[in-house]
């Protein structure tokens, strides 16, 4: 699953985006390890201690498209996509609206590195274009 990442955030970028998922009316799922429970501010979260369990939340922006945001660091917002479920380009089209929204919404990249290759970006929203764009030449093999 790629890494997608906003870098140079704040505590209230975490907010405005959880705010954004209720203002959207997207189905999401909170849960800090096992336990589903409500939505909290993003303070509260973001002021865990570092050894509590791992909060996450599950965003469908639609129903075949999930995002799972992980709270680990107030500076980078962060979240998992899984590219089996953006098949086609209809799917693609809205994964693609959803990075926009969210750089939008921050006026900020919203980068989408492969698992595992963390600062090389391959997809992303472009602030000044204000478009998602490929970052990267694709691989020919």
Known sequence: MPDVR???CSVEDWQ???DLV??????CQYSEGETVLPLPRAET???RPADAECPNLRVWPTPFALAIFRFLDDEVI???????????????????GFLREIG???GKPVL???ESDYGHPVLGFEVETDRVVLLAEPLVG
């Not at 209720?22 to 189905?27: P, V, Y």
């Not at 962060?78 to 693609?96: A, I, K, N, T, Y």
């Open 104 to 106: 939008r919404l921050l």
């Open 112 to 114: 989408m590195d492969p």
């Open 78 to 96: 962060d979240f998992d996509v899984d590219l089996r479920e953006l098949q086609g380009q209809e799917r693609l089209d809205v994964f693609c």
């Open 16 to 18: 405005a985006v959880l």
């Open 6 to 8: 906003v870098p140079d």
């Open 22 to 27: 209720e203002a959207r009316g997207w189905k």
């Open 45 to 47: 979260v973001l002021s």
